[in-house]
């Protein structure tokens, strides 16, 4: 079940499974780059605006799990229509701004994406367009992104399994209908 914040703009509501801080693994290959396990934090939030706020942080991981190096980060902004035609506003911190258009499939939390227009300064690696599809599969944010370059036609890129974050504020006031001991509750 999907909890719709009360201060969140109507406009948002097809796209509110997004909302929150999500945090997982996935894989990176893509020709002339090295092939790595990366880790990921992904969070939308809103602050009553129609539009959702988007933070991406990832990082390569080496062969136990731990942070290597940053990767990549991202940010923009989200925004759907009442056709359920998604807007998307995203800029990389390597120097690409991309414009995404896209819309949400009917009847299932999915997202397809395609880029529109993407701009880059002369320092950022050549980058000519993407695809990304999001999806919440069991409770889970799953993602992929196909990437395109003058020299590299359309293929997979990066894709990711994150699991959503529980801020312990929001399930606290659960703990008073604890018993007392906590061991009555497991019996």
């Known amino acids: 079940m999907i909890e719709i914040p009360s201060d969140l703009n ?4 097809p796209i509110a499974f997004l909302l929150g801080t999500w945090q997982g ?23 009553g605006r129609p539009f959702l706020e988007y933070t991406s942080r990832t990082w ?5 799990g731990r942070k290597v190096r940053p990767l990549e980060s991202e940010s923009g902004y989200w925004r759907v229509d009442g056709e359920r035609k998604l807007e998307i506003v995203m800029v990389r911190d390597e120097g690409v701004i991309e414009i995404w258009y896209g819309e949400l499939a009917d009847k ?6 395609v880029t529109d227009a993407v701009a880059r300064i002369p320092s950022a690696s050549d980058y000519s ?3 990304r599809l999001y999806g919440l599969v069991n409770g889970d944010l799953m993602w992929v992104f196909e990437k395109a370059t003058p020299q590299v036609p359309l293929r997979p890129y990066m894709s990711a399994h994150l699991k959503k974050v529980v801020n312990p504020a929001e399930w606290i006031h659960d703990i008073k209908d604890l018993p007392d001991d906590g061991i009555a509750f497991f019996r």
């Not at 109507?10 to 509501?13: E, M, S």
């Open 10 to 13: 109507p406009a948002n509501v």
């Open 25 to 47: 693994a996935g894989v990176c290959d893509f020709p002339g780059m090295e092939k790595c396990n990366f880790g990921q934090e992904v969070t939308f939030s809103h602050d």
């Open 60 to 64: 390569a991981l080496d062969s136990e």
């Open 108 to 113: 299932k939390p999915q997202i397809d994406l």
């Open 129 to 131: 367009g993407g695809k």
